[in-house]
């Protein structure tokens, strides 16, 4: 079965710096990869999106990019952190062609202060 | 703007009763229908998917789907306080293809009480 992993699980950042998030996938490939997040109180919304190795696409205009250098890697950075960036951030995978079933990583809780 | 609705609660029943949530839906074209279980400070895990108008039982959850009138449903059997959770309502998002996109629901928040 695959494995999705996620770190940092927690990670406080002051405003204007950079960040980056690394999500890889064990036990399949060629993938479908997803990023979430989840503000406080609400629901989950999707950020980006990647059918293969350098296929992003983006859902929201923000703050934030992403980029598939590898099959199974998925990373979400930004050069200049605002307050609104904070929330709970999750990778999804589902596993290749045909499957329709997301599963998630374990999560980073990020707070920009 | 697609949407995915539900009623945020907290739903409260008693231990061993059946927890009813339900889920409303904009899209008709919609094809899969997703319940995940959320527990506080962790990630979603998915519990039940459904793609056919009906029931579909998986131990002590059922998912029901009826695409005529756009709603999805989850009845939880005897009930246990473990089952407290936050729980979450996603659709495929067809628009774009086969993309496995997501739309998700606010959340509906049980509380199962000993």
């Known amino acids: 079965s695959q494995t999705i992993h996620q770190w940092p699980a927690t990670l406080v950042q002051p405003v204007g710096s950079p960040l980056s998030l690394e999500c890889t996938v064990e036990?399949?490939?060629?993938?479908?990869l997803y990023w979430y997040r989840q503000a406080a109180g609400r629901g989950l919304q999707l950020l980006f999106y990647?059918?293969?190795?350098?296929?992003i696409s983006s859902e929201v205009p923000q703050n934030l990019s992403a980029s598939r250098p590898q099959d199974r890697q998925f990373i979400l950075s930004s050069k200049k952190l605002l307050l609104s960036d904070s929330g709970f951030y999750l990778c999804?995978?589902?596993?290749?062609?045909?499957?329709?079933?997301?599963?998630f990583g374990q999560g980073t809780r990020l707070t920009v202060v | 703007q697609k949407e995915v609705e539900q009623n945020s609660g907290p739903l409260s029943v008693p231990e061993g009763a059946i927890a009813s949530l339900n889920c409303t839906y904009s899209?008709?074209?919609?094809?899969?229908f997703f319940w995940y279980r959320q527990y506080s400070g962790k990630s979603p895990e998915l519990i039940m998917s459904?793609?056919?108008?009906g029931d579909k039982e998986d131990g002590r959850f059922t998912a029901q789907l009826n695409k005529a009138s756009q709603y999805v449903s989850l009845l939880i059997r005897d009930s246990q306080p473990s089952d407290s959770a936050t729980y979450l309502c996603?659709?495929?998002?067809?628009?774009?293809?086969?993309?496995?996109?997501?739309?998700f629901g606010q959340g509906t928040t049980l509380q199962v009480k000993p």
């Open positions: 996603a659709v495929g998002d067809n628009g774009s293809g086969n993309t496995g996109k997501l739309i």
């Open positions: 999804a995978c589902i596993l290749g062609t045909g499957n329709t079933e997301a599963f």
């Open positions: 990647s059918i293969g190795i350098d296929q």
């Open positions: 899209d008709r074209v919609s094809q899969s």
């Open positions: 036990g399949t490939s060629n993938p479908n």
């Open positions: 459904i793609y056919s108008n």
